[in-house]
């Protein structure tokens, strides 16, 4: 046989030898998903993270033709579901609703089976939630400049609430206390509703809440809204101004995206980044996140995991400055 014939034909069956290991891989990304997809959630049902939640699935369900289908692992402040998730194969089937308690909870507890970074793929963000920074109308500030300087001068004055040690209301006031060098005794609660009625009746005096939990109270004035904590302002109040206009760099959200068990085919993981950045382009889920007092946050799986890092670094030193510990 000629040496060159003979050549080619080596060369042509090295070539398809090299793709057969890739070819089962392609299929069962371009036919994903095959089953319904459980979409894991840490928190019980009717809250914002569930409601974004079954909004996305609805919207994944109805673009793939197969089920996504949201499962409430409620407790230990989203750490059962996110070690459960951390757990199962990394096929794509198991998803987890990732959320800023993730990033918080790297730092504020101790002795985690799991890491939030390292065991888990970050597949995309969703929407990123607006707080509010508030204070009983007892309080002489109407401005965030106003209440530094009121804070600064009445150290033992002010007590801040929260719906408990490492919530996102909680690190967002001890952020802002380690930004300005203020003092405000912190004082946990279980739940937002609880801090919240405090706040109204006027037992404690300056809350971080979320906006959609907090603008009714608002505009009825029992309380009076200072800034939003987010970088941007919020379009259900516009002329409300945020803390980063005063105090440079502060930024603060709870926020919602789709985490993986690490180790996910990368094509995957792609085709639910593709998915879920086409689901925050339909208008009716954008009208019902600017209801909830938020804001889609597109981007790719690497952008998402880029924030994540961020995050749990920011966390982790407001944390560590407030002393801050698991209950």
Same mark, same amino acid.
């Given at each position: ?35 319904? #997809? ?7 049902? !009717?809250?914002? $993270?569930?409601?974004?939640?079954? *909004? *996305? ?20 402040? $989203? ?12 096929? !794509? ?49 109407? $401005?965030?400049?106003? *209440? ?25 006031? %001890? ?23 405090? *706040? ?28 939003v904590t987010t970088a941007t302002r919020s379009t259900l109040l516009p002329e409300l101004p945020t803390i980063g206009e005063t105090i440079t760099g502060y930024d603060a959200s709870s926020w919602f995206g789709v985490s993986a068990p690490k180790g996910t085919p990368r094509d995957v993981v792609e085709i639910l980044n593709r998915a879920i950045n086409a689901t925050l382009d339909e208008p009716s889920i954008v009208e019902r996140f600017e209801k909830l007092g938020g804001a889609a946050m597109p981007g790719s799986s690497a952008d998402?995991?880029?924030?994540? #890092? ?16 698991? %209950?």
């Amino acid at each position: 046989m000629d040496i060159a014939v003979t050549r080619r034909r080596f060369i042509q069956c090295a070539a398809t030898t090299s793709m057969l290991p890739i070819i089962p891989h392609v299929a069962a990304a371009q036919s994903y998903p095959t089953r319904a #997809v459980r979409l894991i959630v840490g928190y019980a049902p !009717g809250g914002a $993270t569930d409601i974004t939640a079954r *909004l *996305l699935a609805q919207s994944l369900s109805t673009r793939f033709g197969q089920q996504f289908v949201v499962e409430n692992r409620p407790g230990a402040a $989203t750490n059962i579901a996110t070690g459960e998730v951390v757990r199962t194969p990394p096929d !794509g089937y198991t998803l987890l609703m990732a959320t800023a308690a993730n990033a918080i909870n790297s730092s504020l507890y101790r002795q985690l089976s799991f890491d939030f970074v390292r065991d888990l793929d970050m597949v995309a963000g969703i929407i990123k939630m607006q707080n509010v920074l508030e204070v009983h109308p007892s309080v002489p500030a109407r $401005t965030v400049s106003e *209440l530094v300087a009121y804070a600064k001068d009445n150290p033992t004055k002010l007590t801040f609430g929260s719906a408990g040690i490492g919530s996102p209301g909680h690190v967002s006031g %001890e952020l802002f206390k380690m930004m300005t060098g203020t003092k405000m005794e912190h004082v946990p609660y279980r739940g937002v509703a609880p801090a919240l009625s405090d *706040l109204i009746a006027g037992h404690i005096q300056v809350m971080i809440d979320n906006m959609a939990t907090a603008i009714d109270h608002i505009k009825t004035g029992a309380v009076r809204a200072l800034a939003v904590t987010t970088a941007t302002r919020s379009t259900l109040l516009p002329e409300l101004p945020t803390i980063g206009e005063t105090i440079t760099g502060y930024d603060a959200s709870s926020w919602f995206g789709v985490s993986a068990p690490k180790g996910t085919p990368r094509d995957v993981v792609e085709i639910l980044n593709r998915a879920i950045n086409a689901t925050l382009d339909e208008p009716s889920i954008v009208e019902r996140f600017e209801k909830l007092g938020g804001a889609a946050m597109p981007g790719s799986s690497a952008d998402f995991q880029r924030f994540v #890092v961020e995050e749990t670094d920011k966390w982790g030193r407001v944390i560590r400055f407030a002393g801050a510990k698991a %209950e």
